[in-house]
């Protein structure tokens, strides 16, 4: 039979509905070990006011115990994942050319400009191009051919560090650590957790 002569009331659909939300969300949890028909039968018991199965005291240990395996698994995964953009950095920091600051942040200088240098509270005009360390660009206003402005407090740590430290008419390379960046988010589908980043960073004006 089709599905529209098995729920033909809207009672029905919505509660199919409601199980099909339930369901998308489980299949997207990192846990692989749901079980689907014993999930439905706890939501059933539940639903239906029966006594549980499983003791409050065993729940709990059973999800301590699934706290522990998936906090190990994120572990894990953040150390892969920060340790590439570590070992880049490291050997960047070999160059010639490099400079490496306290806070872990690289830059080399493609132009030196004259000009005078930013504040925290300055507002400024760049050009940049932004990079994975694999060469993927996620951003760039020179693709875009129109310089971009804002506070210079207003981004990464890594550029607002950075920007201090260049005269107006400087053009800069920067090697942007995961800690001066995006961190343990990332920022939308292009730049991942822990990700170091690469800019390269004009200073044209102070606006």
């Known amino acids: 039979m089709s599905q529209d002569q098995n729920y033909t009331t809207t009672e029905d659909r919505v509660s199919y509905g409601i199980g099909r939300q339930m369901g998308d969300q489980l299949a997207s949890n990192p846990f692989e070990g749901v079980n689907s ?27 301590a115990v699934i706290r522990e395996q998936m906090e190990a698994q994120a572990k894990a995964q953040a150390g892969e994942l920060a340790g590439e953009g570590e070992a880049f950095l490291a050997e960047n920091a070999k160059k ?19 000009g005078e240098k930013p504040v925290a509270t300055s507002k400024v005009k760049t050009h940049y191009h932004g990079t994975l360390i694999d060469g993927t660009v996620f951003d760039s206003s020179v693709e875009r051919g129109e310089p971009a402005e804002f506070p210079v407090n207003g981004v990464i740590a890594g550029w607002t560090e950075a920007l201090q430290l260049m005269p107006t ?11 001066l960046a995006y961190g343990e988010r990332g920022a ?16 044209i004006d102070i606006v």
């Open 37 to 63: 028909s014993i999930v439905a039968k706890g939501l059933i018991d539940a639903m239906e006011n029966n006594q549980s199965v499983v003791s409050d005291e065993d729940l709990n240990a059973a999800f």
């Open 96 to 114: 010639d050319g490099v400079t490496v600051l306290e806070s872990g942040l690289q830059y080399e200088v493609i132009t030196e400009g004259t």
């Open 169 to 179: 008419g400087s053009k800069w390379r920067l090697y942007v650590p995961y800690q």
């Open 188 to 203: 939308g589908g292009a730049i991942k957790p822990y990700a170091a980043l690469i800019f390269d960073v004009e200073l």
